[in-house]
Each structure stands twice: as structure tokens, then as C-alpha cells.
């Protein structure tokens, strides 16, 4: 098995689905001459066709609301917004069509779409280019929401997300592209969406969270380990809806929770993350539940030590942990 | 079947405490029996029946408080329990219903607030294993933030229950040492016998920590010469005595003097009340009566109206009752400044702890005879120490220190030609 990061895992489950399948097209700025700012569909027009991988103008409803339609009619597009945030002005095609079309017409019609947006920040973005934006569709049934934290699983989500027959909102984190990498198998394989993953088993505290910060809490956990600390990390890879049975099962296991995104802290995923644990948990709980997030500032700013201030990193979740395993 | 509730023994007394039960289960009684001593405050009395009967359930055990109107025990009423059922035969069936559902939840293993430790923090999970488990969690060493017991230190006592026997040797150990080292050294010592703390003995102790926590405590002292107070009243003692038939005491002239002196500070005889002073009327004198193992303060009203006569008869008086236990509530409260008799017992220097909600506390020491230095000459005189406490929320070190030299002036200005103690 090729070593691969998690932007060419991204490629190569689309360069899969679109070989397999002949209704997957992809359509975004940039995305078929230029092959995207970040390189993700670099070459995919050539090899399928401008009709297959469409340059679109600068519209994003236009993009999204292009997509549904075409979904609507048994395709199985692929948008992409080319910065997370660029995606509010198709909020409304989103929201109020996208995820209603199969309630609305009695499961007459039915959308099967896939929107990626690369999200997150810690690469000199500043705003625009730097926030999550996943809370914003996390209480809208008909969505699903997913956010893949390696390689492996960004393939087998994006697989899964192109073959669902509902719209999924894909969020790739943009620091990830490069950053890691890992053995990927070839070929066909899926992750399931809706399940949370357990990336690393531990008996001491629980942490919970998704994206690009499952890998910090990794790097924080194993640093702990040679104090003899034991840490169980549960990747969310669904924000929404959310995996509540391993929630349950991973928070009763230790009795301490942190709850670690890179979103600001108030109304993020972890918010509901903390309800789920509260109503169902109490009883198994031996400490007050953590959370480790952004600050409730506007955006994530360009100078970096304050971008070092907003950001979560491994000595943050390190120095959490700590604090949740002495309490 | 009747209930016997526990009584109102006071104006602001809303619980009181089972100090001893008088009667078993079982027992016949009739009205106006004593059943049990029920302790407020200071004050213990006793509780008479309302009804001729036997005794059914004793409903609250020795030792506990519970509020005013809380049934204490049940009494079955002659004649009338057959009536009852008969009428209320609705009532009467829901009953033996009623008990085996109490008995049930009585033998779950649930951990009662007794079992908790004091002002420890237990999570979730800790309380829930500890009550499935049944275990105490005074015996279970904490390893978490500020000796918080973690759910592993619990799962470690369910694995091997020894554990929580070796607690009291090794692990409260580093939490007691940051506290004080006198505590450690007590956790070396054997034990011997173990006093339950109860009665009037709690209410002191609870009395004593509002005091010493809430009042910021100063102290000052002064020595003042009292020979003439002891010729004056060595010259009046016999005498006084064959026509009052009770001794007179220095005691009385301290009191009196005070009484005159909080005359002119009024500061002295006032209250904290948190965003006011209030400054009181009365001049009430509550004294210190030790009898045994108990401390009461029974009370003079109105001292600044008494002759020293009238004084030292009050004080003949409430000792007395003190030492037969006899002191009702009524004796106790109203006092508004508080004179130590400390000397009674030889003491010639001590820190009063001011008796809450008062302003201050003086002690009378022992009169004892030293060598002074009089006009450059020295002479044998009888002196005795002053020590007073003060709020210093209330008072500062300036009046306190006028009314204590004023309290001096009028002892040593006495004399057998001029001092009247009618």
C-alpha cells in the first residue's frame, strides 16, 4: 500500500467514484482547468472531460443550486466551495431545499449530492479562510455532515457521501491536505457515515472531537502515555447527526470527558456533544465535563501568536487532559 | 395511634435536638409524663405527653435535630386507636402498606449523607458505586484534585476491600499534614475512649466556631489594683452575709462596675448586624456558669439597675440552677455584654471568645497580691488582670481601651466609707 496524504486520498475517491460511475461530475471554481486552488481535482478534467469536471462562475447558490437540480435528475454531483466560508450565500438552496426535498415531495424526489469545502484554520488564512463553519448545518435534519481526520478515513467518507442518496456536506481541513499522511488502500472501500470511531482505546479520560484535532489529541495523548497515562480518543468523523450510542459507550467508559473542537466554544458540535453525555451519562460521570475550543471572538485572526491564541494544538490538549485526569 | 411533635421551646427556636429518651416503646404513660429531654440552643428541657397512652414508635433517635412540628414519637391513645379504625378504615389500610415500604428502602445500601464525607466534593459515579457497593467513603483515600476520591480509587476498594481500611494510616495523611501538624501527630496517638458530641456539648462547639469564625476577635488587658475592694469587702463579707444569707462576692462588684461603665459606652453594649450596629438598651449581664462537663450563660437583666446586693443574689441564683441544671431559656437570652468570671478557677490572663451576636467579653482574672511601685516605694497590693475581646468590626482599640480604663477607675475608687452595696 502506497503512503499517501489526506488531499491525494481525497483525489483518488473522486477519481474512483467518477471511473465507476459516469453520473458523478464535479463542478466549482477553479476546479477543472486550474484543478482547484488546493489541487484536489488537479487533472480530473483531462481525464473525464469538461462535461464531467465543470468550471463554474464565482455564485455559489448558482453552484449548489446547479447541483441539486442535477441530483434531482439522477446524477450524483460533486460540488466543491473552494473556502468553507464562500458556502453562505448557498445556504438557503442548503437548507431549505437540498435537505428538504425528500420530506417535501413524500420521498417522490430525493437528493444524492456531495458539497466539499476545505475548513479550519493554523495556516495563515485569517478570516474567510480559516473558520469551521460545520455548527451552521448541525441542526438541520436531512443534512449529513461529515468531517474525515485521516487519509483513510477521507477516502472511505468521500466514497460513502458520493454513493449516499441524500446531500452530505463534506468538510476536509485544509491544514490536513499535506500534513498527514498514511497507507490507504486502493480501490474500493467505504467508511460508514453516522459512526464514530475509537482512534485510540484508553481507561484514564475520554476525549472527544473531529477533524485535524483528532491528530493533535493523538500527538498530546501519546506524549502522556510515557507518564503512564491512559487516554481514549473517539473521533466524531458524523458531526451530524451525531454517533450517540459510542458517545455514550466511550463517556460511561472513564467517567472524564474533554470535548476538544477547533470551532468557537459556544453552539459548536461540542455543545451537543456535552447535552448527549448530560442526559444520558450522569450517573457514569466522575468529573465535570471539558471543553477545549476557540474563543468567542469573530474570526480567526492573521497575526500569529493570535492565531496561536485561537488555535487548538497538541500543548492545549495536553495540558486539558492533564487537568481532566488529576481532577 | 397519635403523633407527639417536636415542641416549640422558644420564640426563635425552629429545631431542636433529642438529647435523651425517657421512655422505651412499649411504655405506658400519662398525660404530662415526661417522655424526653429535647435540647435548644443552650437549653435543655423536657417534653411532657399530651396523652395518656403506650408508647408506639420513637420516630427521631437521641442525638438527632429535627425541626419544630416534625413527629418525634407515636403513642397509642386508649379507646380512641379502635375508634379510628373503625372510621377511617381508608387510612388504617394504607398504613401496613406503608411500613414494609419503608423497611425496603431502609435495607437498599444507599449512602446517606452520614456516610459522606464533610465537604468533599464525590462525583456522580463515586456516590452510585458507593452506594451499590456499600461502601463508606470516609475509608476511601482519594488521589484526585485536593484528595478527591476518583472512580478508580472506588473501583480499587470494590476490587480489594482492605484498602479502605489502610485510608486512615496513609492517605488522609498528606491531606492533614498541608492542614496542621498537631492533626498528625493525633493520628499517632492510641485511642481511647470516644465521647459522642452531642447535647449541649454541640451546641456550644456550634456557637463557639460562629464566634471565632464570623467575629474578627482584639484583645487588650489592663491590671488594676483592687486592695481597696478587698478590704472594702473583707470589712462587709460576714456581716453581709448572716443578713442576706448569700456570700458577696468580688464577682458582684466587677458586674457592677461594668453595668455603670457600658452607661457610658454604649458602643459596648451593641450587635453586628451585618449592615447595621445595633446599639442595645437593656444592659443585660450574661455570666459564664460551668457545671460538670457543660457551659451556660444565663443572663442579669437590666444589671445597670441593680444594687450589688441585687447583683450578687441574681448571681447566687443562676449558679445555682446552673449547677442543678435547672436554667431555662428564659435565663439564657437577652444578654447583651458578657462578665467572665475567670479568676474562679485561678486563671490571671486569658482570651475571651466573644459570645455571639455581642460586642464584647471581659474576663475577671484572679486577685493576686504583688510586689507595685507607689510613689516610688514599693508596696504589697491585691491586683487582678482585666481582660477584655472586642468585635472589631464594632469597636476599635481607642474606646475599648476608655471604657476598660474607666471599668479600673471605679474599681480602685472603691471604699468601705463610700461604696454602697445596697
Given at each position: 500500500m502506497a503512503k499517501i496524504s489526506y488531499l491525494q486520498a481525497i483525489h483518488n475517491a473522486l477519481d474512483f467514484e467518477m471511473g465507476k460511475d459516469d453520473d458523478v461530475f464535479i463542478l466549482g471554481e477553479?476546479?477543472?482547468?486550474?484543478?482547484?486552488?488546493?489541487?484536489?481535482?488537479?487533472?480530473?478534467?483531462?481525464?473525464?472531460?469538461?462535461?464531467?469536471?465543470?468550471?463554474?462562475?464565482?455564485?455559489?447558490?448558482?453552484?449548489?443550486?446547479?447541483?441539486?437540480?442535477?441530483?434531482?435528475m439522477g446524477k450524483r454531483p460533486v460540488a466543491e466551495i473552494q473556502f468553507a466560508e464562500y458556502i453562505l450565500p448557498a445556504t438557503n438552496q442548503i437548507l431549505s431545499e437540498a435537505a428538504k426535498i425528500r420530506y417535501r415531495s413524500n420521498g417522490d424526489w430525493n437528493c444524492p449530492m456531495v458539497i466539499r469545502a476545505p475548513f479550519g484554520g493554523g495556516i495563515h488564512g485569517a478570516l474567510y479562510h480559516s473558520q469551521s463553519i460545520e455548527s451552521i448545518f448541525a441542526s438541520t435534519p436531512g443534512l449529513k455532515v461529515v468531517i474525515p481526520s485521516t487519509p483513510n478515513d477521507a477516502k472511505g467518507l468521500l466514497i460513502s457521501a458520493i454513493r449516499d442518496n441524500d446531500p452530505v456536506l463534506y468538510f476536509e481541513h485544509k491544514k490536513a491536505y499535506r500534513l498527514l499522511k498514511e497507507e490507504v488502500p486502493e480501490g474500493d472501500y467505504t467508511v460508514p457515515i453516522g459512526k464514530a470511531d475509537v482512534k485510540r482505546s484508553g481507561e484514564d479520560i475520554t476525549v472527544i472531537t473531529y477533524g485535524l484535532c483528532v491528530n493533535y489529541a493523538l500527538q498530546a495523548a501519546e506524549r502522556l502515555s510515557k507518564d503512564g497515562h491512559d487516554v481514549e480518543i473517539l473521533d466524531l468523523r458524523t458531526v451530524y447527526p451525531l454517533d450517540k450510542e459510542s458517545i455514550i459507550v466511550s463517556a460511561k467508559?472513564?467517567?472524564?470527558?474533554?470535548?476538544?473542537?477547533?470551532?468557537n466554544l459556544e453552539g459548536s458540535i461540542m455543545s451537543e456533544v456535552s447535552a448527549i453525555i448530560g442526559e444520558n451519562c450522569l450517573y457514569d460521570l466522575d468529573a465535570p465535563i471539558m471543553r477545549l475550543a476557540g474563543p468567542d471572538v469573530p474570526a480567526m485572526p492573521y497575526s500569529p501568536p493570535m492565531e496561536d491564541f485561537f488555535m487548538v494544538n497538541p500543548e492545549k490538549i495536553e495540558e486539558k487532559m492533564l487537568e481532566l485526569i488529576e481532577h | 395511634m397519635t403523633e407527639i411533635k417536636m415542641p416549640k421551646l422558644g420564640e426563635s427556636v425552629t429545631e431542636g435536638t433529642i438529647e435523651k429518651w425517657l421512655v422505651s416503646p412499649g411504655d405506658t404513660i400519662e398525660e404530662y409524663d415526661p417522655i424526653c429531654e429535647v435540647i435548644t440552643d443552650k437549653v435543655t428541657a423536657e417534653v411532657p405527653s399530651v396523652f395518656d397512652g403506650i408508647i408506639g414508635e420513637i420516630l427521631v433517635q437521641e442525638g438527632e435535630t429535627v425541626e419544630v412540628g416534625v413527629p418525634i414519637c407515636t403513642i397509642t391513645t386508649e379507646g380512641k386507636s379502635e375508634e379510628k379504625a373503625n372510621t377511617k378504615e381508608d387510612s388504617d389500610d394504607?398504613?401496613?402498606?406503608?411500613?414494609?415500604?419503608?423497611?425496603?428502602?431502609?435495607?437498599?445500601?444507599?449512602?446517606?449523607?452520614?456516610?459522606k464525607p464533610k465537604d468533599a466534593r464525590i462525583s456522580p459515579v463515586v456516590m452510585r458505586l458507593a452506594g451499590e457497593h456499600d461502601i463508606d467513603l470516609n475509608q476511601v483515600a482519594g488521589t484526585g484534585?485536593?484528595?478527591?476520591?476518583?472512580?478508580?480509587?472506588?473501583?480499587?476498594?470494590?476490587?480489594?476491600?482492605?484498602?479502605?481500611?489502610?485510608?486512615?494510616?496513609?492517605?488522609?495523611e498528606p491531606v492533614e499534614r498541608e492542614r496542621s501538624g498537631a492533626l498528625e501527630e493525633s493520628a499517632h496517638v492510641t485511642p481511647g475512649e470516644e465521647i459522642p458530641v452531642t447535647g449541649v456539648r454541640a451546641a456550644i462547639a456550634n456557637k463557639m466556631v460562629q464566634s471565632s469564625t464570623e467575629i474578627p476577635h482584639a484583645w487588650l488587658m489592663m491590671e488594676v489594683d483592687a486592695t481597696n475592694l478587698v478590704n472594702t469587702r473583707n470589712q462587709l463579707k460576714n456581716k453581709f452575709k448572716e443578713t442576706e444569707g448569700f456570700n458577696l462576692t468580688f464577682f458582684s462588684f466587677f458586674i457592677k462596675a461594668v453595668a455603670e461603665t457600658l452607661k457610658e459606652y454604649p458602643m459596648l453594649n451593641s450587635s453586628w448586624k451585618g449592615d447595621k450596629i445595633v446599639v442595645n438598651k437593656d444592659i443585660n449581664i450574661s455570666i459564664a456558669v460551668a457545671s460538670d462537663d457543660k457551659l451556660y450563660v444565663p443572663v442579669i437583666k437590666n444589671a445597670d439597675e441593680l444594687t450589688i446586693k441585687g447583683i450578687a443574689k441574681q448571681v447566687n441564683e443562676l449558679a445555682s440552677l446552673g449547677r442543678e441544671h435547672r436554667l431555662t431559656s428564659a435565663h439564657m437570652s437577652g444578654g447583651t455584654f458578657t462578665v467572665n468570671n475567670t479568676g474562679a478557677f485561678g486563671s490571671v490572663q486569658s482570651m475571651g471568645i466573644i459570645n455571639h451576636p455581642q460586642a464584647a467579653i471581659l474576663q475577671v482574672e484572679s486577685i493576686v497580691k504583688k510586689p507595685v511601685i507607689i510613689d516610688d516605694m514599693i508596696a504589697v497590693r491585691d491586683m487582678v488582670n482585666l481582660c477584655l475581646s472586642i468585635d472589631h468590626r464594632i469597636l476599635d482599640g481607642l474606646v475599648a481601651g476608655q471604657f476598660l480604663k474607666t471599668v479600673k477607675e471605679k474599681i480602685e475608687k472603691i471604699s468601705y466609707e463610700h461604696t454602697s452595696v445596697y
Open positions: 477553479d476546479v477543472g482547468k486550474k484543478g482547484g486552488v488546493f489541487k484536489v481535482t488537479d487533472g480530473l478534467q483531462e481525464k473525464y472531460g469538461e462535461m464531467r469536471c465543470l468550471d463554474t462562475p464565482l455564485a455559489e447558490s448558482n453552484i449548489v443550486g446547479t447541483g441539486i437540480g442535477a441530483a434531482m467508559k472513564t467517567g472524564k470527558v474533554l470535548l476538544v473542537t477547533e470551532d | 394504607a398504613v401496613p402498606k406503608s411500613v414494609p415500604a419503608e423497611n425496603d428502602t431502609a435495607e437498599k445500601p444507599m449512602v446517606s449523607r452520614a456516610d484534585f485536593n484528595g478527591r476520591i476518583t472512580k478508580k480509587d472506588i473501583l480499587k476498594v470494590i476490587e480489594d476491600p482492605s484498602l479502605a481500611k489502610e485510608k486512615a494510616e496513609k492517605s488522609s
